[in-house]
């Protein structure tokens, strides 16, 4: 097929042809979210319910769909929110092209306690009620993921972002919400969403303790159940198998390091969610040990044991645990905290001990950005001359190039194209954690 330039065309064309795959291959799901804007462009993604036995088909879909429409990976990632996450990835010239497909299981749409919406695969099969382009939709699905669940949670914004609040008219719809809210609530809840985004406004929490409170007397089971998966057992799994990952881009401090770091997360294009922080660990005190004094062996140790509680603490707590539904990740833009050429910045003299300590804590992934030539590193205080300059450029090529570095990128004189350059070193570190190769829930299933 010839290529299609245009990234939100791509997208349309990828997404209507891995449609008709799936209706082609008799594969059951049904669309609930994501067409606002179809046919011209579709949302940030495609959420599907699907039963679990048909995940590796639709996979397999999408791998012939990434070779047909001439994208370059496909990423997956399984969620403990009950979501796959399969992206399609596109390196452009300017900007990463993609194109995001949820799978949703049976336990995606749970809050707290209770079930928005039917088990698939059971006896409440969502209903296929209309074909919109190829794609299957169920009326009361699109309406709880698109349009009731953002109320509940208090993310009212999409709908000024995204697409508007829609009043409920349907009487299918008005049933549902009878049956899960009761006839008092839902006649309350469908005259709120009349009035707009006003009218909902403040009134989420009051719809989670109706939804919850019913289903507990209905399902008292069930509800125990829900309660044990979704707050104690999902955010376990969350924090040991799917928290996000840390990234930090170490090298020599450059004139233009921000702008660059800018310039990365403008090519990425939301594809991933992204947090920028200026330094993995706190700016170093500076060793507090004056020169030529000694220090007993124990009293050596025992610093160099807290620092690494701290750092670990710092990572497991903080920026590693983010329990989203997405692929995330932090990216540290301060370069000068690594061991191996700073040890003054753990509050160490020297880098004696230490090393060992770089290879036992878990600390981000290292991506060595390294100027051209000496001349872009910044000086700090513009103490700096030229020469100290070159010793440090030299170093930290010494370093970066004789050592465990996985990825160096050479900052170019152009910040937009060293901005590229440093998204697609993050993009293959994704490659490598979320291929489908490295997808261990995916083989069980096959």
Known sequence: MKRVEDPEKLRVATAEALAESLNCAGINYVLINGLYGYPSGIGRDLDILVRPEDVPSIILKCEEASEQFG???L????????TWQLFLIRKDAEKLSWLELDPMLKDTMVLGAACLVGEWGKTNDLAVDYYRGPFPVSKVGHYVKSQMRPVLYGDLARFKRKYALEAVEDKDIVRYLEGLLGKSMAARYCGATKAGVEGVNGLGNKLKWTINSRFVLRHPLRSIRNIIWSRIV????????????VVQVAGPEMVNKKEILEQALSYLNGCFEVR????WIAQGKGSDIRAGERTGWLGHWLRIAG?????????YSEDRFLPKSVI?????????????MSPEQYGFRSSAGLQWMHGFIPRPIEIVLLPESSEQIAAPNGKADDRSKAEQLHRWRTWAY??????????GESTTASGQKLALAIVQEMEARFGVLQCKKLRRLN
């Open 71 to 73: 994208w370059d990976r």
């Open 75 to 82: 990423l997956v990632r399984w969620s403990p929110y009950g």
């Open 234 to 245: 999902r955010p376990i799994k969350l924090y040991l198998f799917t928290a996000g990952m």
């Open 276 to 279: 920028i922080k200026q330094s």
């Open 307 to 315: 620092r690494c509680a701290a750092l670990s603490w710092r990572y």
């Open 328 to 340: 995330q990740f932090v990216l540290y833009g301060d370069g000068a905290a690594n061991v191996a």
């Open 402 to 411: 004789n050592s465990e570095a996985r990825n160096v990128v050479m900052a």
